[in-house]
Structure formats: C-alpha cells, structure tokens
C-alpha cells in the first residue's frame, strides 16, 4: 500500500461515484438514432451504459438499459450509500430502478409489430432490424431475456445476441443486498408499504426466472456464442441460495428448500467446468459439445465476484479460481505490449479471452478492477492475506497507470499504447472501481 496509490484512490473513487451517476435516470440526455427513426428519452430509473452518445463512429452506441450492466451498477449505489460517499436520497433512485424495471414487464413486442414503425427506418438501416416474428416473441418472461432494452422502456429493434439469462439472477441479487443494507442502516423504512411491495414482488419474479432458466442455453456474458456460460450459471446459483434464505424468513419454506437445491445442482454442474489438463475453469460449454477457443476467460473470474456471499465452492476462495486468474495473466502478459515491460509493482493489464477481436481485443478497466478485487476478497480470512492484498494493490496499480488525468474511465484501453478504447464513460467501469475499492477496504479492516 502506498501513499501515491491511496492519494489516487481517494481522488478516483469521487470521480468514479460522480461518472456512474450521470448514467442513472439519465432524463437530460437525448439520443437520436436518424437511421432507426427513434429519439430516446430516458425514463427515471432506467441505466444507460454509457452516457456518451456514440454511433459507432468510432465509438459504439451503448445508449441502451443493459438488465446486466444495470444491476451491477444499482449494487454499486449501494456500496456508495454504504460508505457514506451518498445519502439517503438513492434510495429514490433504487425505488425509480424498482418501478423502471417493473414498467419494462409490461413491454409486448405485438403491440410493436401492429405498429407502422418501419416505415421511419431509412434503407440502409434496415438490414439491421430484428425481424417481426422475433419481435412477436418478446413478452411476459422472455422480456427479461432480451439482454437489454431502450431506456425510453422501449424494446430494442436491432438485431442483437440473444436470449441472454443473467440479467434477473444479478437484479435479484442486487434487490437482495439492498434489503441487508437498508435494515443494517436502518433505513427500511424508507421501502414500507407499496414501494417495498414493488421490490419484493420484482424480486421474486427474477427469483422465478432464475429457476425456470438456469438449465436453458444462452448468449454469454459477452454476448457471442449460446451454449451454457460459468458466469450466467454461477450467479443463478448465488441468487437461488440467497433468494432461498430470503424466501425462509418470509414464511415461503417450499420454494426456499426448492431454490436452495437447485443451487447445489448448479454448483455440480459447475464443477464440470475445471480442465485438468488446462488447469483453469472453461467459461462456456456450447450446445453440441463443441469446443470454444474462448474458453480461458476472465468471465469466470467475474462469476466469484459478482456471485460472493453464498459460498465457498466456486467462489473468491476457490484456489482453481485463483489458477484460472493465473493463466489469464499468464496469456495477457504474452499477448498485450503495454505488459511487456511494466513497472516493478504492477500487475498484469488484463482483457478478457484470447484472439479477442471486438474493438482490437484491448485491455479492460472492470477485468483488471476485477482481478485486484478476487484478491482483497480472497484475502479476508486467508492465511496469506498480506500478499493477496498485496497482488490486488498491483493491479490497481496498473488500473491507475492506465487512467488518465481526467480520472475518466472507457471500456478498454489500449493494448500498445494504454490510451482510451470502445465506449468512453462506462458506467460499469466505474461500478466496478467502486466495487473494488469496498473489498479492498473491507480486507484492510477499514469500515
């Protein structure tokens, strides 16, 4: 721990809670889409990705409500009124993302296709657009799986990977520990009546389709191959179990017992995942069997931490996680330039799986951020505990090399040259700096 790194820390941990901010209930900013004929308008307690209103030239559109990028951002809110950094007033914005998300239940793509809103696509945008009979298909439960939506609470028209089901497990996780806080800072409360009625009945939806869902093949975390993904499995596996402990205290025995033994199957399933031989978890199982050449993937590495809290089996503590972690160090620090070289102290700038093309297959904020936050929770209760805080330290110290003055955080950064990739502000960049800068302080001991 140094001195520089803490003065950063303090100074990035303002602008990262400021930045994530701007992306919530974003209702100042207008996005026009001309080529789809759309002018979006937020709606209150919707998520935008990114503020920033890029359309792929160069950077991507990303003004969008992400089910997963959203979740890890509202947990990321509770983190900040945890500390202090807000007040009471985001429990407004919890209670706007509870509505928000509720409204989006309502959605039916044959209320769209009834519609003439073809006719305001220009002709170069058309091969783009999903097609009636998939849009037709969207409504009741199959909502939820539609990876994302606009945040108008809209349904995207563009063609898109999907379906995608970590989206409800990681909501019912977020509801989940905004319950814990709420009653630990005694601000519950602030939820009684029918805004905490509106939580929990959202909450068991999302409990529901985790049930119904784990077993069914899927997009991946990233968005490009079906099959079945560690990361969507490992976090039904966390809400199950920790919506089954909840579901216990509300008097709902049945389907506590029943949550709670489909999260040990899941857990089962997931023991599949190691490869010996390999010596790391294969992210992703594709349908068929066949074999992916993204297998070694920091989306593994994601799972533990999202899904930590409901046990100890593939979780920050799992050592076949720390040797996965391993291996992909091992493969960035050949693949990426900006690792060749790297100061005494800084850890390896890490993306996401091999060959990676999307945007030139940088390095990522939230996968570094990710891996410095597997070690300060890893540390927790470990024998080895100053080292492990001391691995997180140099990664973070590489996160700090590679942010620039501005304290501004994109997707990725450059693989050469470390300078700012893909889609700028990211809202879960900054929720994942945040995150991690509550485990390191929760290894250190500090409140």
Same mark, same amino acid.
Request: with cysteine.
């Given at each position: ?18 930045? $994530? ?29 990114? #503020? ?5 030239? #160069? ?11 959203? &979740? ?60 009636? +009979? ?18 108008? +609470? ?8 999907? #379906? ?50 784990? %077993? ?81 993937? $920091? ?20 050592? %076949?996680?720390?040797?996965?972690? *391993? ?9 990426? #330039? ?5 100061? $005494? ?39 080895? !505990?100053?080292?492990?805080? !001391? ?9 700090? +090399? ?6 501004? $955080? ?5 693989? *050469? ?14 929720? +994942?700096?945040?995150?991690?800068? &509550? ?7 500090? *409140?």
């Amino acid at each position: 721990m140094t001195s520089a790194l803490d003065s950063w820390i303090e100074q990035e941990h303002r602008i990262a809670a400021e930045g $994530m901010r701007r992306s919530i209930s974003a209702v100042g900013i207008v996005k026009s889409r001309a080529g789809f004929g759309q002018v979006i308008r937020p709606q209150r307690g919707s998520v935008i990705a990114s #503020p920033v209103l890029g359309a792929y030239d #160069p950077d991507p559109d990303y003004f969008f409500h992400w089910y997963r990028d959203s &979740a890890l951002v509202m947990d990321a809110l509770r983190l900040l009124f945890e500390d202090q950094t807000l007040g009471a007033e985001v429990v407004e914005d919890l209670d706007d993302f509870v509505h928000f998300s509720r409204t989006l239940q309502q959605l039916d793509g044959r209320r769209l296709v009834a519609t003439d809103w073809r006719q305001h696509v220009t002709a170069e945008f058309e091969r783009h657009l999903r097609s009636d +009979a998939e849009l037709a298909e969207i409504r009741d439960e199959r909502v939820a799986a539609d990876t994302r939506v606009n945040p108008d +609470a809209t349904l995207d028209i563009s063609k898109w990977a999907r #379906p995608q089901n970590d989206g409800p497990p990681l909501r019912a996780l977020t509801l989940l520990r905004w319950l814990q806080t709420l009653e630990r800072s005694k601000q519950a409360t602030s939820l009684d009546g029918e805004r905490r009625a509106a939580l929990e009945a959202l909450l068991r939806d999302d409990l529901v389709f985790t049930q119904r869902h784990w %077993r069914t093949p899927c997009f991946d975390i990233w968005e490009e191959e079906n099959g079945q993904h560690y990361y969507t499995l490992r976090v039904a596996a966390a809400a199950l179990a920790q919506g089954g402990e909840w579901l216990a205290t509300q008097g709902d025995r049945g389907s506590a017992r029943d949550y709670q033994t489909d999260a040990e199957s899941i857990l089962q399933r997931l023991d599949q995942f190691w490869l010996p031989a390999e010596g790391y978890y294969r992210s992703r199982v594709l349908e068929g069997g066949a074999r992916s050449a993204k297998e070694l993937d $920091m989306a593994v590495v994601l799972a533990a931490v999202h899904a930590d809290g409901s046990s100890t089996r593939h979780s920050v503590h799992d050592p %076949r996680q720390h040797a996965t972690l *391993s291996k992909l160090e091992q493969l960035f620090e050949r693949e990426y #330039p900006i690792n060749h070289h790297r100061p $005494m102290g800084h850890g390896v700038a890490l993306g996401r799986y091999p060959d990676d093309r999307y945007y030139s297959g940088n390095a990522w904020y939230l996968t570094t951020l990710c891996a410095a936050e597997l070690c300060f929770r890893a540390s927790i209760g470990s024998g080895e !505990a100053q080292q492990l805080r !001391a691995r997180g330290d140099a990664f973070l110290e590489t996160v700090r +090399a590679f942010t620039p003055p501005s304290g501004e $955080m994109s997707e990725q950064f450059d693989r *050469s040259t470390g300078a700012q990739r893909s889609a700028r502000q990211l809202a879960w960049s900054y929720a +994942a700096f945040i995150s991690c800068l &509550a485990a390191r302080r929760l290894a250190s001991g500090q *409140s």
